[in-house]
């Protein structure tokens, strides 16, 4: 499966966005798709996942009640909705797959999309 994050830009504090991850190649319900960001100077860290059907999502601690991921098997996609943006939120965000015969998991993710540049200014 071949992934593209878009939706990236440049925000002030307080803000909001939404990135949007975009599958093509396979069949994109066979997927749990998780979103992951990595800031400069930083190792990537997970931000959320969603599991093929959309009935499971896991967040980050740092992000729950701000980020929340959704995806739309129909039209192959999945969206991150980020509010409450702050300034330690600057980073690439980037989408990955992990196919639904291996347990819903924020690690250990095969496919990934290239990535998004989120800045929010303070």
């Known amino acids: 499966v071949q992934l593209q994050a878009s939706g990236g830009g440049l925000v002030q504090a307080g803000g909001s966005l939404r990135l949007s991850c975009a599958a093509s190649g396979r069949t994109f319900s066979n997927y749990h798709v998780g979103w992951f960001r990595q800031a400069p100077g930083k190792e990537r860290e997970f931000v959320a996942a969603i599991s093929w059907s959309g009935v499971s999502t896991y967040y980050a601690d740092s992000v729950k009640g701000r980020f929340t991921i959704s995806r739309d098997n129909a039209k192959n996609t999945v969206a991150l909705q980020i509010n409450s943006l702050k300034p330690e939120d600057t980073a690439v965000y980037y989408c990955?797959?992990?196919?639904?015969?291996?347990?819903?998991?924020?690690?250990?993710?095969?496919?990934w999309g290239q990535g998004t540049l989120v800045t929010v200014s303070s």
């Open positions: 990955a797959a992990r196919s639904q015969l291996l347990p819903f998991a924020t690690t250990s993710y095969d496919y």
